[in-house]
């Protein structure tokens, strides 16, 4: 799994987001696209010419009575392997049990099949965003992705073979899209998969009048003019009664509380595209949140709309205590707001504030920015007893007006009871020294702009823009202070029993050494615990799961179009995932890897069923 606390992949995606929302701003790539493969003047062309084909990939005539045609939905995917690769080979199985309500299925990869109720897998595979962490390279496309999902179905007799479609999260658009348009836009294999899209954005002309959707709102931007003109085009193919899967990269409706236009984007779609077309939007698609969640119109089962996110694909998880129990959303019209219930979350709110406190693990799961931050505090302590050799032997201290040659020496003979005076000495030694200053707020600085309050466990914070930026520099500031003021009392402690306790010299090599391998040590196992405690008490909820990696409660959603045209959505979820064991010699259809023992799968809540399109 990724480690996300790490130092140097904090300052790689630091950096890889900064510039990709800077060159983004000035290089779409979804303008060059658009430009590669024009499809003007589609009104006038033949329904069976090449341009028409690229605009519309059709599925109308796939599928057969008895089966019906089966979609499978993925998300966030591409980080540790045995998460990633557990999903895989779920979704590369010929079929998978449909266990009842609250009971979980072993899937062994040979008897699926012969349940008496099951699904099959996907005549189509759609991945919905963040095909890779923690970066879009190459080399991590083809590790944490392409590499698991080939082991899991190598090969096919299929004729034809199940295809793959993809849009791009945010980790896709960290390299301008680059290495998303290599893999997924060039009619490539990805195992028993092939790719089919020519651009980051797709239309599929299901069976039954049914429609999906896929759009690219490249780092959250509004969608361009080119994709609008697209997504246009198609909906002229479109009847009047037509239903229609949206899929997008992010769930923009969860963030309305906080944010009221952050649903804009996609209630623009539905304004300007799907509306004029007379057709129904029946389901949205979204990961981004390592989670599943749906939210349902009130009263929606067979009609209505419901907004489903699941992002289990193999990323680390993120729990659900934060989902609002209703949202309400403007129509595309413009009418009053829609209500939407939330009616299932996976894991259960109560598993997700267990798991939450795991955090408190930080040292243990995260030793590199231990240790990071062990070195911070020993390089705060170098700058404060430089300055306080310039400064110190200048002022006579306490009532034995004696003089001391530097901060430590000073500290060593100090006692609990005159902590003023340590105070006292330190900030003689911060104000003269710039150094000092500079260092101590960008510690400051730093953590205020890390500090992420949990806005929606507060209905104050999501009314008060202007209390939520308060609560954000007030926890920040106390965090940092207290960052320092740990440094500052390491210094102090460790002065004691290097100077006394151990009779060294200040500046005896033996106690530099020393004193360097104690703070990376002790303070940095102290400064992660109190960077810990500050992931609980509604601060930084991504953060207090993401420093843990979890592999759990994985997800994904397998959708099925009935003979009679209607909707079925099974929401799979997988509990703990399981170690894998690789085959050398496993046959050219078969998995690589066996597991060592069969993975459970549940329903996270009963199918949920969508009426078919009315009849012409």
């Known amino acids: 799994m990724v480690r996300w606390l790490s130092p140097g992949q904090l300052t790689s995606t630091a950096i890889r987001a900064l510039l990709s929302g800077i060159f983004g701003s000035y290089a779409d790539r979804r303008e060059v696209q658009a430009a590669l493969h024009q499809t003007d003047r589609m009104d006038e062309l033949d329904p069976n010419c090449a341009p028409l084909r690229d605009l519309i990939h059709r599925y109308d005539d796939r599928g057969d009575p008895e089966h019906g045609f089966w979609i499978d939905f993925v998300a966030d995917l591409g980080d540790g392997f045995d998460p990633t690769y557990t999903v895989a080979w779920l979704l590369a199985q010929p079929s998978l049990p449909v266990p009842a309500a609250g009971a979980t299925a072993a899937v062994d990869g040979s008897g699926a099949g ?5 699904t099959r897998r996907g005549h189509i595979l759609i991945m919905g965003g963040d095909q890779v962490y923690p970066t879009p390279s190459r080399d991590e496309y083809t590790n944490r992705l392409a590499g698991p999902y080939e082991a899991a179905l190598p090969w096919t007799t299929e004729k034809p073979p199940p295809h793959l479609y993809a849009i791009p999260g945010n980790h896709d658009w960290y390299d301008g899209l680059t290495a998303f348009l290599r ?9 028993g998969w092939k790719t089919q899209q020519h651009r980051s954005y797709f239309a599929l002309q299901l069976p039954h009048r049914w429609w999906l959707l896929g759009i690219d709102a490249q780092l959250e931007a509004d969608i361009d003019q080119p994709q609008r003109d697209y997504f246009c085009r198609v909906a002229r ?31 623009f779609f539905e304004r300007t595209v799907l509306e004029p077309a007379g057709v129904e939007l029946a389901v949205t698609l979204t990961g981004d949140l390592h989670h599943y969640s749906r939210y349902a119109a009130d009263g929606a089962q067979g009609g209505g709309h419901h907004k489903i996110t699941a992002g289990g694909g193999g990323a680390y ?34 598993t997700s504030l267990g798991l939450r406190w795991g955090a408190l693990l930080l040292a243990v799961k995260n030793p590199s920015f231990a240790l990071f931050l062990g070195l911070m505090y020993a390089l705060f302590a170098w700058f404060l007893q430089s300055s306080s050799k310039l400064f110190m032997p200048l002022r006579e201290w306490g009532p034995e007006q004696r003089r001391y040659p530097d901060f430590m020496t000073f500290a060593s003979v100090r006692g609990p009871d005159q902590w003023r005076d340590v105070l006292d000495a330190v900030w003689l030694a911060t104000a003269h020294s710039p150094l000092v200053v500079t260092f101590s707020l960008l510690v400051i600085g730093g953590l205020i702009a ?10 104050l914070l999501l009314k008060s823009r202007r209390l939520r930026t308060g609560v954000r520099g007030g926890a920040g500031l106390v965090h940092g202070l207290l960052h320092l003021a740990l440094a500052v009392g390491m210094i102090w402690l460790l002065s004691w029993l290097n100077l ?24 940095g196992i102290l400064g992660a615990l109190l960077m810990s405690l500050f992931l609980l008490p509604g601060i930084n909820y991504n953060e207090a799961f993401s420093a843990q990696h979890l592999e759990g409660y994985k997800n994904f959603v397998r959708l099925h179009v009935g003979a009679d045209g209607t909707l079925t959505v099974y929401p799979y979820g997988v509990d703990r995932v399981v170690p894998w064991r690789f085959r050398p010699n496993a046959p050219p259809e078969a998995p690589w890897f066996t597991p060592v023992r069969a993975p459970m799968v549940r329903l996270i809540e009963d199918p949920i069923t969508l009426a078919a399109a009315p009849a012409p």
């Open 500 to 523: 006394v306790v151990a009779g060294l010299r200040v500046d005896d090599p033996a106690q530099v050494g020393m004193f360097l391998l104690e703070m990376a040590l002790v303070g």
């Open 450 to 459: 890390f500090c992420a309050p949990d806005v929606e466990r507060s209905r």
């Open 183 to 191: 893999l997924f836009c060039q009619r490539r294999w990805i195992g």
């Open 114 to 118: 012969a349940s008496k109720r099951h």
């Open 237 to 267: 193919q479109m009847r009047p009664g037509d239903r229609v899967i949206l899929c997008t990269a992010a769930p923009a409706w969860v963030h309305t509380e906080a944010d009221p236009a952050a649903f804009d984007n996609l209630a």
């Open 317 to 350: 998880l993120v729990g659900t205590r934060l989902l609002p129990d209703t949202l309400r959303l403007r129509s595309p019209a413009g009418d009053d707001p829609e209500p939407y219930i939330r009616k299932a979350q996976y894991p259960s709110a109560r």
